[in-house]
């Protein structure tokens, strides 16, 4: 019997922004995410955190979870979804962290996403 993946639809917009550093980011935040490599310091948070010391940013997000705390001995989970959604012209913007994967798309394409993916048998919470 196969295991049913739930995806959680999480009820906010998001930026994906280059920082200057991360003094002025909400750490505390239910959501925020950060990216630091020798090129450059990222943040992915709620759009209405955007921090002012934000040197570019990309408004219009939405995003999901695939809810549930993923073993990392599981493999192909996220390549399933943007593989369905790329097939589908719908772009993607993935984080991961210890537990799951969250998977952000364009305000614009967000609802045909969680379509294409209730009708590939995800359950949608």
Not at 29 to 48: P, W
Not at 97 to 117: G, P, R, V
Request: net charge negative; proline share 1%.
């Amino acid at each position: 019997m196969a295991i049913i993946m739930e995806i959680k639809k999480i009820d906010a917009y998001f930026s994906v922004c280059k920082v200057e550093d991360y003094s002025l980011v909400h750490l505390e935040s239910e959501f925020c995410f950060i990216g630091k490599t020798e090129e450059e310091k990222s943040l992915v948070c709620v759009t209405g955190e955007v921090p002012d010391n934000t040197t570019e940013r990309d408004d219009g997000w939405k995003a999901f979870r695939i809810q549930g705390v993923l073993d990392f001995s599981l493999i192909g989970i996220l390549s399933k979804i943007s593989t369905l959604l790329a097939e589908n012209q719908i772009g993607i913007f993935a984080i991961s962290t210890y537990n799951t994967d969250y998977i952000l798309t364009k305000k614009e394409s967000y609802t045909k996403a969680l379509t294409l993916l209730s009708e590939a048998g995800y359950a949608i919470v």
